[in-house]
């Protein structure tokens, strides 16, 4: 790789800059934003610029970039999303491209999965951006308008890609309001200095963002559009009444009678049987006005989310409302609502206040909004399996970076058993096994009511253990890094996006390590490695172990039920071989990826058209999507 050379370039530097004082070093370092914001190109600057992060950081936390490191950072200023390790350092590897590009004056972004991360990494890093004579800011979900303006004022800073997303919108609905224009206005406005004083966007022009956990932000999270919603209508509330009415009468369809279900598409179609006992349901009189064609799909609707979605796994109920379990990484997504009338299903199905799907007074997917900056890189533990997506759609090479120190990673051969009541049971006896050792044993679980599950079943068997789920947020970051002492037991959902390493305790190396049991694989292989890569961090010891049952929801979701039906029945009298079986489920599991995938392109190629027939109508593409 040719950036390698620039590594021996930095650390002839080292000793150069070890020899200023920390008031030469902030002059260096304003000499360096002097010429980025006269010119210069920052390729130029990178090598002092890194020399000049890297002592920054020695003096001031106490943490010296090691070489890989910096090899992460200059491939993210390449246009890269690096591939690094659990407990390679990405915190400390992202200060390096932030402050080269904020060199320019233009402002670098940092975003992060959820606010705990962004306010703590901000924390963390901000005495290397100080000393470096650089401001920092965070943006978070309760902050005002006027806070959230000083913070994107700031040289460098952190937020959630969420947040970031909703105040673009949120400042495009404000410019049309306050009358400056129609089309793609945002920057224009600024560099004017236009604006009502008491009201001016918060944003400056997107210019480069490195997205942490870049996997689970622009792939994962790339199906859910963030929508800022209009106000309801007469219409509306009616609609409101048909998804209450739908989840009421929906115990009285049966399936090959009333409903024909396709698993692959997770649809539902009514039969004539179906059709005739909707028409002869008794409906309120708000319904009147609605037709019998609509009536069919809310019902489909209603059928199909009774069916898919689950009370502590794909959603919980928070004070009387729904927030979304994001699925890869078992936090709770605030502020998302899925698409098509299913929010509105399921909170009919729940039995709280119907928000009916009001129309879009503005819109953007994270694919659409990240495309918008003129620089972009990413770091994630999980990255080469999704290289070729992630190229095709921003433009972003996927470079993998070795470890610091060689991984020792042990894996332990997969358990297969023939139901779920089984695999609970054999997992206990495992964890009970290493407990007694005092091993440290972190198991991962695929949703909330399955960590609850398995911590009733420990509690039985009187092994003391910790649950982290989307219900134990605020002691997320204690609980991880706690995950590694000796005795400790950890039950959590995915761990994707944690951010908090997990270091061994004392004498935890001579016992092998931290043991890491996957209890179930996942719809994307890169969320079970994401929970493998927590053991045997920086050189450390360390074993996983996966579990497997012939009734895991995988095959049914990635075969269909006839298939997955088979292989239930067969249970552990199966007379395929290990081997075998093994692939079955890695099969099932890229079916599940593939339809993913097409779900994320197929939502990128509908943007990209209603975006061109809007343009085409001399609208705002991220408004007027409500026929304003």
């Known amino acids: 790789m040719r950036w390698k050379s620039l590594l021996p370039k930095i650390e002839a530097l080292e000793p150069e800059t070890k020899e200023l004082s920390d008031e030469q070093l902030r002059k260096r370092s304003l000499s360096l934003q002097y010429r980025a914001k006269s010119g210069e190109p920052l390729s130029r600057l990178l090598v002092e610029g890194y020399a000049l992060v890297r002592e920054a950081g020695r003096r001031t936390i106490n943490m010296r970039h090691f070489d890989v490191q910096l090899l992460g950072g200059i491939a993210i200023f390449n246009r890269s999303i690096v591939e690094m390790q659990t407990g390679e350092g990405k915190t400390l590897t992202a200060t390096l491209p932030l402050y080269i590009y904020a060199l320019s004056g233009k402002g670098a972004h940092l975003a992060t999965v959820n606010d705990y991360l962004a306010r703590r990494d901000a924390d963390w890093m901000a005495p290397i951006y100080k000393a470096l004579g650089m401001t920092v800011g965070v943006v978070e979900t309760q902050m005002s308008q006027p806070q959230r303006r000083k913070a994107y004022a700031c040289d460098v800073t952190y937020g959630t890609a969420k947040e ?293 079943l420990l509690k039985a068997s009187g092994v003391e253990h910790q649950v982290l789920n989307a219900n134990q947020i605020a002691e997320e970051a204690e609980i991880v890094e706690r995950a590694g002492l000796r005795g400790k037991v950890t039950v959590s959902t995915n761990m994707a996006g944690r951010g908090t390493d997990i270091k061994l305790g004392d004498g935890v190396d001579e016992l092998g390590g931290l043991h890491v049991i996957c209890t179930e694989m996942h719809d994307a292989g890169r969320i079970d490695w994401q929970l493998r890569g927590r053991c045997a961090r920086q050189g450390d010891p360390g074993t996983y172990r996966q579990y497997l049952a012939l009734d895991d929801d995988l095959l049914e979701g990635g075969l269909g039920p006839k298939k997955a039906k088979k292989f239930e029945e067969l249970g552990e009298q199966s007379d395929d071989t290990f081997d075998n079986l093994i692939r079955t489920f890695r099969k099932a599991q890229r079916k599940v990826e593939r339809r993913h995938f097409r779900q994320r392109r197929s939502l990128l190629y509908f943007e990209k058209e209603r975006k061109k027939m809007q343009r085409g109508m001399g609208q705002d593409p991220y408004l007027d999507t409500a026929g304003n």
């Not at 309801?232 to 279900?261: G, K």
């Open 164 to 456: 970031f997303g909703f105040d673009f919108l949120r400042d495009r609905l404000l410019l049309r309001r306050i009358g400056e224009g129609q089309t793609d206005l945002l920057g224009g406005m600024l560099r004017a200095g236009q604006g009502a004083s008491n009201e001016k966007p918060v944003q400056r022009d997107p210019y480069f963002a490195l997205v942490d956990e870049a996997d689970s932000i622009l792939i994962d999270e790339a199906r859910t559009p963030l929508i800022i919603a209009a106000m309801p209508t007469e219409e509306q509330r009616i609609e409101a009444e048909c998804y209450r009415w739908c989840s009421e009468v929906v115990p009285q369809f049966e399936e090959d009678e009333d409903y024909e279900y396709d698993h692959e598409k997770r649809s539902v179609e009514l039969t004539r049987e179906g059709r005739r006992k909707a028409r002869l349901l008794p409906t309120p009189e708000d319904l009147d006005t609605v037709g019998m064609v609509n009536i069919y799909q809310y019902l489909e609707r209603a059928i199909m989310v009774g069916r898919e979605y689950h009370l502590d796994r794909q959603y919980v109920i928070r004070d009387g409302e729904i927030v979304i379990v994001d699925e890869f990484t078992g936090r709770l997504a605030e502020g998302r609502k899925w698409r098509e009338g299913i929010h509105q299903a399921v909170e009919a199905m729940a039995g709280v206040e119907v928000t009916v799907a009001t129309g879009q007074a503005a819109r953007i997917t994270i694919q659409d909004y990240f495309q918008r900056y003129d620089k972009l890189g990413g770091m994630t533990g999980t990255a080469m399996p999704s290289a070729r997506e992630l190229r095709k759609i921003y433009r972003c090479h996927v470079m993998p970076i070795p470890t610091n120190r060689p991984c020792i990673r042990q894996r332990l051969p997969e358990r297969i058993v023939g139901t779920t009541d089984a695999k609970w049971a054999a997992i206990v006896e495992e964890i009970c096994e290493l407990h007694a050792q005092n091993r440290p044993v972190l198991i991962g679980t695929r949703s909330i009511d399955k960590s609850e599950i398995l911590s009733k």
